[in-house]
């Protein structure tokens, strides 16, 4: 099956700076890559996403890109905020799946 | 669009009786539901995949008959969690997905924080 590293576990920026999250997935067939925010006892919610037939997608502070040939996905805050912190998962899914596969998550603490 | 409501968002139950979870999707049908386990401080686990009007898909590991999933229309699937112990105390969370085709990606409910006394 499916299994997506994320690193890394924790990271602390200062405000302003950027905040990079790494993922790898291991299955070739994989050609969606959501990314989501999670606030302490709350849903997560899907921030930004990825098809592989994109290798780049940006929203406003946010951006994503993709490199299929060796299998790994970034997450990219800029201009960071308090208001950022939360926890942030990338997941993956197969196109012919149904399950999204989570990373392990990364615990961003924006310092102002 | 694509709202997903999930309730109760908070329970607490002694241990050995059955709690029942339920995720609906508000404004859309959701012919595949899911359900998540969180411990604290870590990922979202996939108990099992709902499909409505057949059997649910159970991951590796996760017992069937403690945590039975019923989806028997597009808007609802329910989590029981049977005989329940302090150990099954977790946050649960579903998500669902709307049929092939539709321009909507996995939405997540609210979740249950499940505390077994």
């Known amino acids: 099956g499916e299994n997506v590293e994320q690193h890394p576990s924790t990271l602390s920026v200062q405000e302003g700076d950027s905040a990079v999250i790494k993922c790898t997935y291991s299955?070739?067939?994989?050609?969606?890559f959501p990314w989501y925010k999670q606030e302490l006892g709350k849903r997560p919610q899907l921030i930004i996403d990825?098809?592989?037939?994109?290798g780049e997608k940006k929203d406003q502070r946010i951006a994503v890109t993709l490199n299929k040939t060796a299998k790994h996905f970034s997450l990219h805050i800029t201009e960071t905020q308090p208001e950022d912190s939360a926890v942030y998962f990338c997941a993956a899914l197969k196109a012919a799946g149904n399950k999204l596969t989570f990373g392990g998550g990364t615990r961003v603490l924006v310092k102002p | 669009g694509a709202v997903v409501s999930q309730h109760p968002s908070r329970v607490i139950c002694k241990s050995g009786t059955s709690v029942k979870i339920e995720c609906r999707s508000l404004?859309?049908?959701?012919?595949?539901m899911f359900w998540y386990r969180q411990f604290p401080k870590q990922s979202l686990m996939l108990m099992a995949t709902s499909n409505e009007g057949s059997k649910a898909t159970y991951e590796q590991g996760v017992e069937k008959d403690k945590f039975l999933i019923n989806h028997a229309s597009l808007t609802l699937s329910t989590l029981t969690v049977t005989s329940a112990h302090p150990e099954d105390s977790s946050f649960y969370i579903c998500?669902?997905?709307?049929?092939?085709?539709?321009?909507?990606?996995?939405?997540f409910g609210s979740g249950t924080r499940l505390t077994v006394v």
């Open positions: 299955d070739s067939a994989s050609n969606y």
């Open positions: 404004d859309f049908q959701a012919t595949t």
């Open positions: 990825i098809r592989s037939n994109v």
């Open positions: 998500s669902a997905r709307g049929p092939r085709g539709a321009n909507y990606g996995y939405t």
